[in-house]
């Protein structure tokens, strides 16, 4: 006769609620930079945070910046 394998606990996870804390965004130059070519230059930033608030719920803060600038071929002309 087999044994059985033991049984694993199976842990659930459930999100309640999502919102947005805050958020900012700023286009300076506009419209005027979108008719030039774009060639982006991205810098992704990406941090995180988590507390308990009691009986295993928990707060969990995703921070994301995201930084766009269009590279400049030639910065001033000599």
């Known amino acids: 006769m087999a044994e059985a394998a033991p049984q694993e606990a199976q842990q659930n996870f459930a ?34 945070q988590s507390r308990e608030l009691g009986q295993g719920i928990y707060e969990v803060v995703l921070r994301l910046t995201v930084t766009v600038k269009n590279a400049r071929r030639n910065r001033f002309p000599m």
């Open 15 to 48: 999100i309640q609620r999502i919102f947005l804390k805050d958020v900012s965004f700023e286009a300076p130059n506009s419209p005027d930079m979108f008719q030039k070519d774009w060639n982006p230059d991205v810098k992704l930033d990406l941090d995180t």
